[in-house]
């Protein structure tokens, strides 16, 4: 038997009562787990897992990220699920438009598919996101500027899946989204 803790009224007029529920019962309940990360005040060069130090503590292993970077102002006025909607079609888009490259076969092959690092990250407005763009397309660094349509509203970056090394630097200074 499990206890359970009433989340209406009533659970008020009784604040710490519990209640058994059979096994019958409990299989159909959710099982939501959370976790408070120390990570929510790091900045965005800290949040990938952290690389396999070899020998004198050198990167035995350069871990394959992809970041994703969202309008923070657009966060504050969308409803969630449109903004999370927004990085996930950047996301696709990105790793599509790069499906044969070396680093993004890596990144969604069998033996990772478990195990992707991917860095949500934020941005004031439309203006810092098309100078990020602009930066990523200078240096050659494979993303995606997602421009929502008909609107033509640009929402957000995804990067190719890639090297951290490679391109950390140039999300070190933008927060973790939160």
């Known amino acids: 038997m499990l206890p359970l803790r009433l989340p209406w009224p009533v659970a008020a007029m009784l604040p710490n009562a519990t209640f058994p529920i059979t096994r019958a019962v409990a299989p ?8 408070i990360s120390p990570r929510a005040n790091m900045s965005a060069g800290d949040a990938a897992a952290p690389s396999v130090r070899g020998e004198g503590g050198k990167e035995a292993e350069d871990v394959v990220v992809q970041y994703v970077v969202l309008r923070r102002d657009l966060a504050d006025a969308w409803p969630l699920g449109s903004v999370v909607a927004q990085g996930c079609h950047a996301a696709v888009a990105a790793v599509w438009a ?18 992707m690092h991917k860095v949500t990250l934020e941005v004031k407005g439309e203006t810092q996101l098309k100078n990020l763009a602009e930066k990523l397309e200078a240096a050659e660094v494979r993303h995606k500027l997602w421009i929502e349509q008909p609107e033509n509203i640009p929402t957000c970056i995804a990067t190719a899946p890639c090297p951290k090394s490679q391109v950390s630097s140039f999300f070190k200074k933008l927060k973790l989204c939160k």
């Open 28 to 35: 159909r309940l959710p099982v939501l787990r959370f976790r």
């Open 98 to 115: 790069h499906r044969d490259h070396p680093d993004t076969a890596a990144y969604c092959g069998p033996d990772n598919l478990d195990r």
